[in-house]
């Protein structure tokens, strides 16, 4: 994979968890937890996790990915009541916004991979054996 298209994804990544912890704040902010200090810890954590990625770092694009993917299973059940109660296209909308993000903060982890993988030097120093 050639700088360009890795830089690309590592982008996707960002914006995934940068837009993803947005949304999440701007949620918390017109519900009824928005006055709960804890509510601002999730979008907070991806906001940094979305810095994190623009900076290249695998562990944060590793977390970030596992942490939505850990959610979305949670939420799936609540999707489900959502749907039986309210009828609708709650479910079409929860498997789109899977599709879409998950691509995004998985596109986010091959590019950050792949970033490190042509640019070892750029990598957190190791130290030298102790002799």
Request: glycine letters at 10%; hydrophobic letters at 60%.
């Amino acid at each position: 994979m050639n700088p360009t298209m890795a830089k690309a994804f590592i982008a996707c990544g960002a914006l995934a968890a940068g837009l993803g912890g947005a949304i999440t704040a701007i949620v918390v902010v017109n519900s009824v937890v928005g006055g709960q200090l804890i509510a601002y810890a999730i979008p907070a954590i991806f906001m940094a996790l979305a810095y994190g990625i623009y900076r290249k770092s695998r562990l944060c694009a590793l977390i970030a990915f596992l942490t939505f993917a850990v959610m979305r299973i949670r939420f799936y059940g609540i999707a489900v009541m959502m749907q039986n109660t309210r009828g609708g296209a709650v479910m079409r909308g929860f498997w789109i916004s899977v599709a879409v993000f998950g691509l995004l903060y998985l596109l986010g982890v091959i590019g950050t991979i792949a970033w490190h993988l042509r640019h070892p030097e750029r990598a957190l120093p190791i130290a030298p054996p102790v002799t």
